[in-house]
């Protein structure tokens, strides 16, 4: 497993576990968080295939400068990154930033 990989799969084990948390940007669709002295970003962006309408997923990694060090677009197969991965950071992102999980607690508590 390269490092790349171990640090994406390792992002969502802990957000899913609930140890690393997200927070949503100013721009649309992109959540980030805070590693050591780095930060780690993920979002949607405009498919470049004219015949997939679905969006791509940018992974990044910037550093205290916010120069980007890392940059993943859809996944990397020499890296061993797949878009599925990428993907699926995302969403548990996405659930962390909104803080999804406790919306749907709550309203389902009012509903029962």
């Known amino acids: 497993m390269s490092k790349e990989s171990e640090l ?7 957000t899913k576990a609930g140890t690393q948390s997200w927070e949503a ?3 649309d669709d992109e959540f980030v968080t805070v590693v050591a002295d780095f930060s780690a970003f993920v979002r949607t962006a405009p498919s470049r295939d004219r015949d997939d309408p679905s969006p791509d997923v940018l992974f990044e990694v910037r550093d205290k400068e916010d120069r980007v060090i890392l940059s993943i677009r859809n996944g990397d197969s020499d890296i061993g990154v797949g878009f599925p991965q990428l993907r699926a950071l995302h969403e548990d992102a996405r659930r962390s930033a909104l803080k999804i999980d406790r919306a749907l607690d709550a309203i389902l508590k009012s509903l029962k």
Request: proline residues 0%.
């Open 25 to 27: 940007t100013a721009v």
């Open 8 to 14: 994406i799969t390792l992002l969502s084990q802990r």
